[in-house]
């Protein structure tokens, strides 16, 4: 049996296989043991647990419940609330403020937890409610929120990109610093769709109300004093302190990610005991549980993919799949195009924790032959990814936000989705023709590779 149909029958066996409602960490790995099984030496089942624990045995990897610790401590406190308050308090005079505000406040929180879903969770059970209450329609402040939140994959500290510069075997910190430009972008744009959506919106409401029609909450002009804005700002000060503290151990060469994740860890527990007043052991269990619960799903599914990656290596899957997309002779922008197309289709599917491990002996060869930055192309790979947790059939945020707002139907949730992920395509555009979007600030501060 030659590798290709190997290749081919080890996907439909792990389509069939996850499909069947598996867990995708189990279903990874029974996929793999039963090809070692058939298709390798007897004594290589000897050695799956020595190959799980040596492969999720790494110091970067150490960072990942660190970062989650952290991500945890902020988003099961009233931190996302305070965050989001304030910022609404600072910008409701803009046109479109609150729903900047919303924007601002998952990047922010982003930045800080480096998970999505905490994102979601944090700012969209303050950010929703608000909204609504305020006359915006319900699948534009879902909509804003569940774009918002794929934030934490692509600011750092993200889980996604320790994940990938492990795969990709490219450094962290670089990596880390390519995610801040791009970010930002997706943050300017989200704002400025905030801006013309809130103009349309209160058009409407006005030419309604001026009709004899009911007066909406948007017309309603509220304010807030100046004292009222400075009186928040105390309860933010102190995340913005540990947000800028991390980066600087980070960048300023003072740490590694591994400590630096320790730091953000114990700053973070350390600032909702002293602003939240939150210490006691009972109280602390919530952020514990939480995390290890996440740390150990995310570790056993790092543990299998890379087990089911292994399999895939020494079958000599991968090595044939990459060097038969090589031979099919591709430009390089069009063999951008289908690897894009088919992270977009697996998105569907699979978290980008599978994708990336999944994916990564195969695509990264044929990308590194064809002369692309592999730093580059973990942003906009990342942003890819982050579609993907926002469009159906299993985008993960699009059930956040109906967890955390049950009445709005899912239709309208995706519906109010689908701007960003029209935002989101276009930033992947201006990053293929501006790649120093990503590339410039490590270049800046790293030197140019």
């Not at 930045?111 to 879903?117: K, Y």
């Not at 990938?164 to 970010?183: C, K, M, T």
Request: aromatic content about 10%.
């Amino acid at each position: 049996m030659t590798p290709l149909v190997l290749g081919a029958l080890y996907g439909i066996v792990t389509i069939v296989v996850m499909c069947s409602g598996m867990p995708i960490a189990f279903a990874l790995g029974v996929v793999a043991t039963g090809f070692m099984y058939f298709f390798m030496p007897a004594s290589s089942l000897d050695t799956v647990t020595q190959n799980v624990y040596e492969e999720i045995a790494s110091i970067t990897l150490l960072s990942i419940p660190l970062f989650i610790l952290k991500g945890a401590a902020i988003g099961k406190s009233p931190a996302g609330k305070d965050l989001y308050s304030a910022i609404h308090a600072w910008l409701n005079r803009v046109p479109g403020g609150l729903g900047i505000a919303n924007v601002f406040a998952c990047a922010l929180f982003a930045a800080m937890a480096g998970s999505s879903p905490a994102t979601c969770s944090a700012i969209g059970s303050a950010g929703i409610p608000e909204m609504r209450r305020r006359g915006y329609s319900p699948g534009f402040a879902a909509g804003i929120i569940a774009a918002g939140g794929t934030l934490g994959i692509l600011l750092p500290p993200s889980i996604t990109m320790i994940l990938y510069a492990v795969a990709a075997e490219q450094s962290l910190g670089r990596l880390f610093l390519a995610g801040i430009g791009p970010g930002l972008l997706l943050v300017l744009l989200f704002a400025a769709y905030a801006v013309y959506r809130a103009r349309k919106e209160y058009k409407l409401a006005h030419a309604i109300y001026t009709g004899g029609g009911v007066k909406s909450a948007y017309l309603e002009d509220a304010h807030y004093t100046l004292a009222q804005k400075v009186e928040m700002l105390p309860r933010v000060l102190p995340f913005l302190i540990l947000l800028i503290g991390v980066m600087v151990a980070l960048y300023g060469g003072f740490a590694t990610p591994s400590e630096t994740a320790g730091l953000g860890a114990l700053l973070a527990i350390v600032l909702i005991a002293v602003v939240y007043r939150i210490y006691k052991p009972r109280e602390l269990v919530p952020f514990l549980t939480s995390t290890i619960k996440e740390s150990g799903m995310l570790l056993l599914i790092i543990g299998m993919s890379l087990l089911y990656s292994y399999v895939m290596s020494y079958l000599h899957i991968s090595q044939s799949a990459a060097q038969w997309v090589v031979d099919m002779h591709l430009s390089r922008w069009l063999l951008l195009a289908v690897i894009l197309l088919m992270v977009i289709v697996l998105g569907f599917f699979l978290p980008p924790v599978s994708i990336i491990l999944m994916t990564a002996p195969i695509i990264l060869p044929p990308l590194r032959e064809a002369g692309f930055d592999l730093i580059w192309f973990g942003i906009v790979m990342t942003v890819v990814m982050e579609m993907g947790l926002i469009h159906p059939p299993v985008g993960l945020n699009l059930f956040v936000i109906k967890n955390i707002a049950p009445d709005i139907p899912l239709s309208d949730v995706i519906k109010g989705t689908i701007p960003f992920l029209a935002l989101m395509f276009f930033a992947v555009f201006l990053l293929c023709f501006f790649p120093g979007i990503a590339t410039g600030l490590p270049n800046l501060i790293m030197g140019v590779k």
